[in-house]
């Protein structure tokens, strides 16, 4: 079983900047596929970033490709999310998932932490 902890998440003015970070524990993510999605209010959660378990492939949702890049050190059993250039329609709670399979797929992923506000304002 693997535990997640997201953190860094809070309130930025449009054009700022956030790192996210989920921390495992429980059990090494070095063989899972790690991802990050959010989900808005009233909206389905949707997928964010993905990268596969050795950080040599990575998917990104194209509403926010060029604005984010997400990283994982696996001797710390961590993956990080970079935010740039933010904007107020990226407000929503950020999740941080685990999985077997590399893909950009919500349902794919066994683990999920419980999830970090990000609230850009205008």
């Known amino acids: 079983q693997v535990q997640l902890v997201e953190s860094g998440g809070g309130l930025v003015q449009a054009g700022g900047s956030l790192r996210l970070s989920c921390a495992a524990s429980?059990?090494?993510?070095?063989?899972?596929?790690m991802g990050w999605f959010r989900q808005a209010p009233g909206k389905e959660r949707e997928f964010v970033a993905s990268?596969?378990?050795?950080?040599?492939?990575?998917y990104y949702a194209d509403s926010m490709k060029g604005r984010i890049a997400i990283s994982r050190d696996n001797a710390k059993n961590t993956v990080y999310l970079q935010m740039n250039s933010l904007k107020p329609e990226d407000t929503a709670v950020y999740y941080c998932a685990g999985g077997v399979r590399f893909t950009i797929e919500t349902r794919e992923y066994a683990y999920w932490g419980q999830g970090t506000q990000v609230t850009v304002s205008a």
């Open positions: 429980g059990r090494t993510i070095r063989s899972y596929a």
């Open positions: 990268i596969s378990w050795s950080g040599g492939n990575i």
